[in-house]
């Protein structure tokens, strides 16, 4: 499976970017896709996450209200609506596929991971 995450840049606290990750290859094997996010000098944290065939979600607290995860199955296509940034949300943003039901929160027990795209929130 090859990931491609685009849509990061520079947004102003309280505004919106919407993040896109483009899925290719054995994409009908994927289980579940995810958003992970990892700022300077920390480790890389769970953000949100989408089963690929039912749409259920899961988010990790700190984005809870504020962002949402959806996916376009024709199209392979994940999504990550941020609105109400702040400048702790300032990160590199990657998009990751989990081949099989596991743990969500740790980022090495997802299979594959996109390249990460840059998001930006000034105060």
């Known amino acids: 499976v090859q990931l491609q995450a685009s849509g990061g840049g520079l947004v102003q606290a309280g505004g919106s970017l919407r993040l896109s990750c483009a899925a290719s290859g054995r994409t009908f094997s994927i289980y579940r896709m995810g958003w992970f996010r990892q700022a300077p000098g920390k480790e890389r944290e769970f953000v949100a996450a989408?089963?690929?065939?039912?749409?259920?979600?899961y988010y990790a607290d700190s984005v809870k209200g504020r962002f949402t995860v959806s996916r376009d199955n024709a199209k392979n296509m994940v999504y990550l609506q941020m609105n109400s940034l702040k400048p702790e949300d300032t990160a590199v943003y990657y998009c990751?596929?989990?081949?099989?039901?596991?743990?969500?929160?740790?980022?090495?027990?997802?299979?594959?991971w996109g390249q990460g795209t840059l998001v930006t929130v000034s105060s």
């Open positions: 990751a596929a989990h081949m099989s039901p596991g743990t969500i929160l740790t980022a090495s027990a997802w299979d594959y």
């Open positions: 989408i089963r690929w065939n039912t749409g259920t979600t």
